[in-house]
């Protein structure tokens, strides 16, 4: 599975912005897609995911109530969206896809497949 990760950019604190991961030439189904970020200086840490379902989402608690994760699997796509944004939220933004167990979809060595990752900049 080959992942690309889109709409990184620069935005001001309380601005918004909205991240896609896409396959190319595989499909989604049937795996947990989840984002993480990872700042300088910083491992890389758990943000959103999404059951292959599409029922299922969960959050880390820093992001919970200001970001949305959503996918549509006919155009094998998931979307992060980021509102009321923080300085702190600046990092590069990878989407990984994977199969693992309820406990681990936190854990980013459960996913097998990343993209090359999207860096958002937000300014105080």
């Known amino acids: 599975v080959q992942l690309q990760a889109s709409g990184g950019g620069f935005v001001q604190a309380g601005g918004s912005l909205r991240l896609s991961c896409a396959t190319s030439?595989?499909?989604?189904?049937?795996?947990?897609v989840g984002w993480f970020r990872q700042a300088p200086g910083k491992e890389r840490e758990f943000v959103a995911g999404?059951?292959?379902?599409?029922?299922?989402?969960f959050y880390a608690d820093l992001v919970k109530g200001r970001f949305t994760i959503s996918r549509d699997n006919a155009k094998n796509t998931v979307s992060l969206q980021m509102d009321n944004m923080k300085p702190e939220d600046m990092a590069v933004y990878y989407c990984?896809?994977?199969?693992?167990?309820?406990?681990?979809?936190?854990?980013?060595?459960?996913?097998?497949?990343w993209g090359q990752g999207t860096l958002v900049t937000v300014s105080s």
């Open positions: 030439g595989s499909t989604f189904r049937g795996y947990t």
């Open positions: 990984a896809a994977g199969t693992m167990i309820t406990s681990e979809r936190r854990n980013r060595h459960a996913y097998k497949y």
């Open positions: 999404i059951m292959w379902n599409s029922r299922i989402t």
